[in-house]
């Protein structure tokens, strides 16, 4: 008898054991698989068609994701800057699913109106311009940018009108720095025009406010032995390959890796009910000889400065 009762407790205990064996191999696997079922699910969406200018950014919205759980899904417009068709993509991501969306808003406003009702269940977090009823924008402060760029060009000016290249369409924060720009120069003397682009008879000073906007400028200016003095905005590498050329006279430059990813971490946080402060994000005004100055080097060559420690 107490040989069977021995024999029924070795069972027992085996059994036992061997169910401890698989459920220390089962477990792992399904809590993965419920880490990946919680994944939130983001849309980005630029104002542009080529989001070439944007892929510093795009890292750094990668790298938050991978963080913070998240995956991403980009998306680009059929014709750049069309407001409708931004909207209409928008509602239907949201439909689709999408936890929030990081937007570089092409009309603010107008969005904003489109995506009143939803903002409550898909937080909206938008780069370059500040929207209505947003979790939050990852932007320098785009007035003090203009005046400051704006006063770069003081430093060197010596007479003459100034070209304000007006490209903004009903971007507010591009149209921001402008117009602290043209209220900076104003204030000093500076006869000031705005055109949407460069003329054969473009004045001798230009300033420009958004990246792609500087990049092309300041191509054309190479291209065509134009003499103008180019001022402009952005930290990519076409545009301080520009700069170190001598087409770009400064450039006001903020980190466009930290904009992506701060971006993504504001959007998760507003699905997940924890916003914090987001403050403007820090920028310089940098010429040629400050690009290889060392407190530039994580500003203009983040890959590179990471991958070198």
Do not use: H
């Not at 990246?211 to 103008?228: D, I, M, N, W, Y």
């Not at 450039?251 to 403007?280: F, H, I, K, Q």
């Amino acid at each position: 008898m107490k040989t069977g009762k021995s024999r029924l407790i070795q069972i027992a205990i085996l059994a036992a054991l061997g169910l401890a064996a698989a459920l220390s191999l089962a477990l792992p696997q399904l809590f993965r698989g419920e880490r990946k079922e919680q994944l939130l699910s983001l849309t980005v969406m630029l104002r542009d068609t080529d989001s070439s200018g944007w892929t510093v950014a795009r890292q750094g919205m990668e790298q938050a994701a991978d963080e913070l759980g998240a995956e991403l899904r980009f998306l680009t417009l059929a014709a750049a800057g069309d407001s409708e068709e931004q909207a209409a993509l928008l509602l239907r991501e949201i439909e689709d699913g999408a936890a929030a969306l990081v937007v570089v808003p092409a009309d603010p406003a107008a969005l904003s109106a489109a995506l009143d009702p939803w903002l409550v269940v898909c937080p909206v977090v938008t780069l370059e311009s500040p929207m209505e009823g947003a979790a939050g924008v990852v932007s320098p402060d785009n007035a003090l940018l203009g005046e400051k760029l704006a006063e770069a060009l003081l430093e060197d000016w010596d007479g003459g009108e100034a070209l304000l290249l007006d490209t903004a369409g009903r971007c507010a924060g591009v149209s921001a720095r402008l117009a602290a720009a043209e209220e900076r120069l104003a204030a000093a003397g500076v006869p000031v025009r705005r055109e949407a682009e460069l003329a054969e008879d473009s004045p001798r000073w230009v300033m420009s406010f958004e990246p792609s906007v500087t990049q092309r400028a300041a191509e054309k200016r190479e291209a065509e032995g134009r003499e103008f003095t180019l001022y402009g905005v952005g930290s990519a590498a076409a545009v301080t390959a520009q700069l170190e050329r001598g087409n770009i006279a400064a450039v006001a430059a903020w980190s466009d890796y930290a904009a992506g990813y701060l971006a993504v971490r504001r959007a998760v946080n507003a699905v997940r009910g924890t916003e914090g402060m987001l403050s403007p994000l820090p920028f310089s005004i940098l010429r040629e000889e400050d690009i290889y100055a060392p407190e530039n080097q994580k500003l203009l060559f983040p890959i590179m400065s990471s991958s070198s420690r």
